[in-house]
């Protein structure tokens, strides 16, 4: 579906549609919100970490790529169960995939945390 927009009105929407898409998401799934509350809890802790520079740069991105991730994931299961919503396994795989994106956003910000902080906090 091509946009019939051109030039800042093209952004303008597309900004309009990224809002959309956040509360249609925000609104659907859990695993969202979770992801969401989780963020931003650890968001704000680290306004008491000792993390400066790159290396809070480097957290707060792993924190935004578990959202990434949690969007990635939630927008492959909107695609498959809009295909069919019988079992086959190429739609399992695809879900599978979807939620291993996941997982390894927190193992990355687990490993990120920790890597930067351990020293810094019982160093």
Request: proline letters at 2%; glycine letters at 6%; one cysteine or more.
């Amino acid at each position: 579906m091509k946009s019939q927009y051109t030039g800042i009105q093209r952004i303008l929407k597309a900004f309009t549609y990224s809002r959309d898409g956040f509360a249609a998401t925000f609104r659907s799934e859990a695993a969202f919100r979770q992801d969401v509350l989780f963020c931003l809890v650890m968001g704000c802790t680290l306004f008491f970490l000792p993390a400066r520079g790159v290396e809070l740069a480097f957290l707060i991105f792993s924190l935004i790529l578990i959202l990434l991730m949690e969007l990635i994931n939630t927008a492959i299961e909107a695609v498959v169960d809009r295909v069919g919503e019988d079992y086959h396994p190429l739609s399992k795989k695809a879900k599978d995939i979807g939620s291993l994106l996941v997982l390894i956003s927190f193992i990355h910000w687990a490993i990120a945390w920790g890597v930067i902080l351990i020293p810094k906090v019982w160093g």
